[in-house]
């Protein structure tokens, strides 16, 4: 689910639990996905989805503009006519309920997460501790491993850079999958 930026501190800190999309917004209660921030394109935290519910514009409360981070209606209106250009009363919006159920302290980018077949990064890493005598893997790689298991993400590719970071997890990735391991 992307999320503009100006949008993050609202969502971590439990200020913002819903967004209001225009149209109809295909999700199911209980399902989880990733929040992805734009414009970068990174993933700061995986959601669970507590309700989505169906209104035309006319109808959103000052309670829906509280719950989605605004003060009212009015200024909630302001934001979504900025979004979706202008918005007319009959017009129909998504309010998708969440929560915050895993969050990502240095993000992870949607690209990687793609790359990995949506299977987070630690995840991986783990998976290739617990298996690591059935897989091929070059020192420099487990190396690399090594340090995002007990440093974390971020620090890692602090040290060693995004891409031979990345390069490392999709090999590890693609042992473990020619592997069976997941």
């Not at 109809?24 to 519910?53: C, N």
């Not at 969050?103 to 949506?118: A, C, D, H, M």
């Not at 501790?129 to 971020?154: P, S, Y």
């Amino acid at each position: 689910m992307l999320v503009d930026n100006k949008y993050k501190k609202k969502i971590m800190s439990g200020k913002k639990v819903t967004t209001i999309r225009y149209g109809s917004y295909e999700a199911k209660p209980g399902s989880e996905v990733y929040l992805v921030i734009t414009p970068s394109d990174t993933a700061i935290a995986k959601v669970r989805i507590t309700k989505i519910e169906k209104k035309k514009v006319r109808e959103l409360t000052n309670e829906d503009a509280k719950l989605d981070g605004f003060s009212d209606v009015r200024e909630l209106m302001r934001e979504l006519n900025k979004i979706y250009g202008e918005l007319y009363g009959d017009d129909e919006v998504t309010i998708i309920g969440f929560e915050v159920v895993k969050t990502f302290e240095s993000g992870i980018p949607l690209k990687w997460l793609k790359g990995l077949n949506y299977k987070e990064p630690e995840e991986i890493v783990e998976l290739f501790f617990k298996n690591k005598e059935k897989l091929n893997i070059a020192k420099d790689t487990e190396f690399i491993l090594q340090r995002v298991r007990e440093e974390g993400l971020g620090k890692a590719v602090r040290t060693f850079g995004p891409k031979k970071v990345q390069q490392a997890l999709l090999k590890v990735y693609h042992a473990l999958y020619d592997a069976g391991l997941i």
